[in-house]
């Protein structure tokens, strides 16, 4: 069982184990106790908070359910280095290489399924905003990250690069291991790991009822990949000067991005290696958020920045990329 109030979480698993934690998961902290020798193997965790109740759905072993050759892959991905994130880079590999990995993943993550209205009126909008915990280089990530583009949702990131401080530890205390894509979804109470799972499930409780987009699944296996290795490690591994501590009281950063925008991609990579929490504003074409969007920054295009710290409206992705490196680091290569 998990009871959950402001900032106290705990959590008691079917046959009497027991876990206990606080966890603010905006600044990552969290303090975590467990009861010896009491955790048993089950399919399923159930937690309940004051109105309502969370799921962490597992196997036996605690692993995942289904299997796949990238999962196999994922660790190799490692190999590739990133190098210095905020060194001044060469623009023409940049468009080159991240325009190519839009082109693998055509057509998905870039329409919304708001585009008529009909479909509008037939997308079911969250009340709270949905909480994922990604990376942008994994492929099973940027699968469920395509499906909520599609499905023109706003989301809170929680992006966890190799070497996270922050909020890898978050996403093992919730779920019980370090595996991506996490979500946890705050107004059914149900948190999940399975790209595929995760993907169903949205369109199922916010597409309403709909399936995936036809082949949205499938794909991953043969392009999904393609990013990871076009962009060649980045958006993977967290930089070594990035900011340690956030001041509580810092808001979320907040992106108007959609999935398969070559642009936004590279804002995303960076917002990765430096491991900020931000909230998603999907806004592929046909976007209920364009009008939003438009209202802000007086154009509809991607990406777009809002630091609320600082009082920063940034559209153009060199100079974005350029102010988080510099804001969010102890040193640039700038
Ligand atoms: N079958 C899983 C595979 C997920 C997976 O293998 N994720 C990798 C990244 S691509 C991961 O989290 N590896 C652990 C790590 O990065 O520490 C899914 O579809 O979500």
Redesign the pocket.
Known sequence: MLSLNNSHLQLRCHAGGKFSFRTDISNGSLRFQRNKGSIPSQRRILAKSEEKSVQVLEDENGR?T???F??V???L?KLFAGGDPSKPRNEVLEMATSSLSSIARLPWGSTSLSGTMENREYLDKPPELLQLFE?E?????R??REAMTELDLSIEVYP?P?GSIRH?EVAKKIGGK????FLVDPNTGISM??????VKYLFKKYGHGRKPTFGLLES?LFTGWVP?LLRAGRGMTLWDKATRELPSSSEKLELFSYENNPYARIVREALCELELPYILHNAGKGSSRYDLLVKSSGSSEVPYLIDRNTGAQISDYKSIVSYLFKTYSTGTGN
């Open positions: 995942s289904s299997r796949s990238l999962s892959l994922c660790p991905l990376f280089a994994c492929p099973f990530c699968r469920v966890c190799k890898r370090e595996l991506f894509p790991y399975e790209s595929g799972d995760i991953t990871t």
